[in-house]
Structure formats: structure tokens, C-alpha cells
């Protein structure tokens, strides 16, 4: 499969139809696909009719959008008026959204072919998409690992070429932690610069949704699509959004590279943190400075994360009661016993932790105690960063602190699943944008990532430096073994 770009260009110029780029992706899906569960759900016959509208628009020489035929999946999180938005949970597993969300509407006006919906942890909660209460997708470089999560099924299928892009939501690292995983280009938006409505919602100040792709390229393009102010949602930024694509070719000059100690310290795999310092190297060769900073504050981000997350989630998730939409027990006698057996049934484990967590968080006697200390932390955490911009364009480290773990490897134990968030989550908390780039591989052949942070509203820069990485190495090129195009390294 393509990139998004190259797919783009070939519709456009008639090199093939728009029809046949999407066929590939079915061929690949039903290829593929059983082995890695990527897709959730996928609808092949309205992509077609879709695809051969495009065509005929092409044929017609009617004005094009900027994705105009192009195959895309997003994830299952993502309120679509066709299908079913399942959030991967047996709460939802039957529900019909009666409207499109914001970023939806966005793809179907820039002309591009909405194919499938991806797998995802729970309700989004989760670090590996083994939480998904429907089955569990495989990492395409070697399907005894995880592909990250929560956004694990939409960069499975990125890294797979089963289609050229996809759309993901972050919370605290759902894109850019699957993206490295999977050795794929994600990128987080600042928070306010993508619309959330239609997402569904899982910690309401810290979700935002973004691209996977398989290069910076496709990214800043399908971020272009997506991105700008939508007055259904309050917390959307009325901010202009720059030509992404067009800035990614600007002269590269006095770059000022961030390096905070704080994310090369313990626990940091060896083989991730030589990838990384690897990839220092080739922006100091290219003639930017490194820039020690510091993050004081980076080592609470885990604790402030799991209390703001939860105690958001708690509240978001009360709306699923067995009585509107969603799962409803058989097995009850009175009001009492339909709202608690739904949840119990409805809800997995996790999410059911995470909702337990944060409505102890914010019950009366321990508000103070927990959520509001958090939120100073928050504070704290977001101030670290801004004194670190005076001296820096952007910050660099690791994703995460090991290469894709085993199946299960995790699972028992919470905490240590928390702790693979631990260089992602605070880039939520400060609602900055940030981005996830191939930069290596380990003794395994599993991907690792070069995290780059930026300032609020900084993608145009951000992505100008990501794209002088990939400029010089070719990382983002590399097909994983389980591949649709059938190549192996």
C-alpha cells in the first residue's frame, strides 16, 4: 500500500482510479486482517459506491478535495451515521450514532473514502488494545506483541499497509505510543485545535484526535483536513490553521533541540535510549543544538494523569445506565439492580477500575485530597514545559520506555501498564502536541519512536523538523513481516 500522498496524486493524475485503490485495501484487509484484528468493523460494498463517486467527479473534472478518493480507517471511538460506533465495549456493541463527528464530516468533505473502523482499548482506556472487550489486535512486526493502545487497531493497520492512513485519539499517548510501536509517523494536536465533537469522550480535558500515517508528509496533510475551529465544541480553538504540507519544505535553520534529563533516566530500556540518542545525533549533524532542559515535575505526571483521567472518565461514563442506548441486563428486578447489573456486564475490568478510581477521587471527604492536588500538579507540569520553550523549539525523547511488549506480558499487573505512559501523558496534561517517529529498531526487529514536543499551536514547526528526520533516514519506510504488500525484510 502507498502513502497517502502518492495514492492522492495517482487518482488525481488518473494513474488509477480511486476504485482500485480501495479494492487494494479490501484485498489486504481480507488478507491480513484475520491475523492481525485490526478492523473492528469495515464495509467494502459502500466504500466501493463511494469510491466510484469520486471517480465519477474526477471523470466529470468537478472540483477535487484535498483527500479525494483516498482510503481511510478511523477509530472505533468516532461517532459515524453508518455502521456502529462500538468503543470497543460490549456497552456499545450494538449502537447506531444518528450523526457524523466533526472530523468525519471533514473527511467526507476533503473527498476521502472512509473504509473501516478500528480496534481500540475500551472506552480508549488502556496502553496495549489487549482492553478491548471485543478481541485483541497484534502488533504486524511480530503478533506475539502488543501494537500499543488505546489506538492500536488504526496503527496496525497503518503499519500493515492495510491502508495508508487512519485517525486515532489521545488521552495521554494513544496515538503516539501505538505509532512507535508499530513504527508509524502519529501525531497529537495541541488540545483545542481538532474538534472533539462526535469522539467519545473518555477524559474530557485531555482527549484529542489526530493522525497516523506513514510518513510526516501524510500526517501534516491529513491533519490540514481535520483541523479548525467547530462551534459545537467549547473547548475548539478559534486559531488559523497554516498550510502543514506546504511548511514542511521551509529552510531548517537554528533549530533548538530541548533534552530534558528527566526522560533518559531509570527505567529507560538501553536499546531505546541508544535509537533515540541516535537520532540526536543525526539533527546535530544536520546543525541543530541540543539543548539541555528540565522537567522537575515529570516524575508526579503518572499519579496527577490517573487522577484527573479517572475521575473525568467517572463522570463521562455515568451516562451509560442500562436505560437510554447502550447494553441493558435482562437479568434485574427493579431500577437498582438494571443500573448496576448494566454496568457490571456491560463495562470490562479496566474501565470499570478506572471509573472506581476516579469517583473515589472526587467523592465528598477526598476531593481536596486527590483531584484538586492534581490539578495544581497539572499546573506545575505545564509551567515546567513553558519555561523549557524559552530555551528551546522543541523538546525530544523516547515514546516509551521499551519496544512493543508481549501479549500479556502486562496485563495482571496495572501499574506497570501505567508506567509505558510515562514520557507521553504529560504532553495531555499540558495540552501541547507532540509527535511520534520511527527512529529505530530493536535486537528484535521491533520498532522504536522519537518523541518530539512542541509548543501550543506548533505543529507547522513541529512537523518541519519530524520531516527533516525522515529526509535523511528512511526508518518510516521499513514493512513490518505481517504486510499487505507481501514484502519481508
Known sequence: MAALTDIRDAIRSRACSSREAVLACIEAIQACDPQLKAFVSYDGDRAIERAEEIDEQIEQG?????????????????????????????????????????????????????????????????????????????????????????SGGSAAAVAARLVPAALGSDTGGSIRQPASFCGVTGLKPTYGRVSRYGLVAYGSSLDQIGPLAQDVRDAALLLGVIAGHDPRDSTSVQHDVPDYVAALDAPLTH?????????????????????????????????????????????YAIACYYLIATAEASSNLARYDGVHYGYRSEKVTDYVDLYCASRQEGFGPEVRRRIMLGTFALSSGYYDAYYLKALKVRTLIRQDFEKAFEACDVIAGPVAPTPAFRLGEKASDPLSMYLADIYTISVNLAGLPGISIPCGRSADGLPIGLQLMGPHFGEAPLLRIAHEYQRETDWHTRTPPVCANGTKE
Not at 533548538?256 to 527505567?267: D, L, M
Open 62 to 150: 468537478q472540483p477535487l478535495g484535498p483527500l479525494a478518493g483516498v482510503p481511510i480507517a478511523v477509530k472505533d471511538n468516532l461517532c459515524t451515521s453508518f455502521g456502529y460506533t462500538t468503543c470497543s465495549s460490549k456497552m456499545l456493541e450494538h449502537f447506531a450514532a444518528p450523526y457524523d463527528a466533526h472530523v468525519i464530516q471533514c473527511l467526507n468533505a476533503a473527498g476521502a473514502v472512509i473504509i473501516g473502523k478500528t480496534n481500540l482499548d475500551e472506552f480508549a482506556m488502556g496502553s496495549s488494545t489487549e482492553n478491548s472487550g471485543l478481541f485483541q489486535t497484534k502488533n504486524p512486526w511480530d503478533v506475539s506483541r502488543v501494537p500499543g493502545g488505546s
Open 255 to 299: 533549530v533548538r533541540i530541548g533534552v530534558p534529563a528527566e526522560y533518559f533516566g531509570e527505567g529507560l530500556d538501553p536499546e531505546v535510549r541508544a535509537a533515540v540518542e541516535a537520532a540526536l545525533d543525526v539533527y546535530r549533524q544536520r546543525g541543530a543544538e541540543l539543548v539541555p532542559v528540565h522537567l522537575p515535575h515529570l516524575a
